[in-house]
């Protein structure tokens, strides 16, 4: 393939795929199954600035559904976790 004909956008990818740097949470003993649902709620709430490397792997982690429904029932009042 010449130069010519590659999509300008992919050479743009190819040339920034390197500067990203892609993490997810680290393994968690306490969570072993590959069923992340308890690993989610346990990880989700944590607002202090210390947790927010925690609040990056919740959000890497869970359906964007269930954090959605999380914020809703904060605001409500009725989030089962403690907070």
Known sequence: MSVSTIDPHEKMRGRD?????????????????????RHCFARYGDEAPECEKFARYYRSLCPSEWIDKWNEQRELGTFAGPL
Do not use: E, W
């Open 17 to 37: 795929v390197g500067r990203v740097a892609l993490k997810t949470a680290p393994a968690d003993i306490r969570f072993p199954s590959t069923n992340q649902t």
